[in-house]
């Protein structure tokens, strides 16, 4: 069965404190990671997909990498506006993605 | 950036009765989600819709649910008899291509689904 553990939970950083997340997975196959965004009461907006080891990607202040057990979304110079849950996702064999419970992140001015 | 837009935003039902949750696909896709999302729990697939029928569905996705594209534009998740575990923020996603061809999927802002 496909799973996804994300690490921290929650994470408070200073604006300006630079830090990364973790997305532990297994799955049969990977046919892409995902980083979505979600803010309170809304739906996940995507930010990326990866879809082989060593493959990296970035927008802004934020960098995805992957490697064949983990995934980071590292944030460089966070500002409050970064402050929301950030979810993880695997697609393996079939349609669905799995998400992990995502990590809380509170960015302070 | 074209959106996915789902309406109701909130619904609040009795347990029992029939819900129909809908959503509008951004206007050139083609393959059509739902996923839930119950209070402080992950992100769950229910069901996948490609081409007038569902291509996939978990077991969550039991007799009690239903999906429809009832004409071009809507795409409808009912919930004929709900019951209090129903309660969830239900998300509709829909992407142009299959998911892992380089495609990014997009979600709806959901319906919140009170089941009293």
């Given at each position: 069965?496909?799973?996804?553990?994300?690490?921290?939970?929650a994470l408070r950083l200073q604006e300006g404190e630079s830090s990364?997340?973790?997305?532990?997975?297994?799955?049969?196959?990977?046919?892409g990671l995902f980083w979505y965004r979600q803010d309170p009461g809304k739906g996940p907006e995507f930010l990326f997909t990866l879809y082989s080891a060593g493959e990296e990607k970035e927008k802004e202040r934020l960098?995805?990498?992957?490697t064949k057990k983990e995934s980071f979304l590292h944030i460089t110079a966070p500002k409050p506006e970064d402050s929301a849950t950030y979810l993880c996702a695997v697609?393996?064999?079939?349609?669905?993605?799995?998400?992990?419970?995502?990590?809380?992140?509170?960015?302070?001015? | 950036e074209p959106e996915v837009t789902q309406t109701p935003s909130h619904q609040v039902t009795?347990?029992?009765?029939?819900?129909?949750?809908?959503?509008?696909?951004?206007?050139?896709?083609?393959?059509?989600?739902?996923?839930?999302?119950?209070?402080?729990q992950k992100v769950e697939f229910l069901v996948s819709f490609?081409?007038?029928?569902?291509?996939?569905?978990?077991?969550?996705f039991d007799d009690q649910f239903s999906v429809e594209r009832p004409d071009g534009s809507n795409f409808t998740l009912k919930?004929?008899?709900?019951?209090?575990?129903?309660?969830?923020m239900y998300f509709c996603a829909s992407t142009a291509q299959q998911l892992a061809t380089n495609e990014k999927l997009f979600?709806?802002?959901?319906?919140?689904?009170?089941?009293?």
């Open positions: 069965e496909d799973q996804v553990t994300q690490s921290p939970e990364s997340l973790n997305c532990s997975y297994t799955v049969s196959g990977l046919r960098k995805a990498t992957l697609q393996g064999g079939s349609e669905k993605l799995v998400f992990g419970k995502g990590t809380k992140l509170t960015v302070n001015p | 009795q347990m029992g009765q029939e819900v129909i949750l809908r959503c509008v696909p951004i206007s050139n896709h083609l393959y059509f989600y739902w996923y839930r999302q119950i209070l402080g490609y081409n007038n029928e569902i291509s996939e569905k978990s077991e969550i919930i004929r008899s709900t019951k209090l575990e129903d309660s969830a979600f709806g802002s959901g319906t919140q689904l009170s089941v009293l």
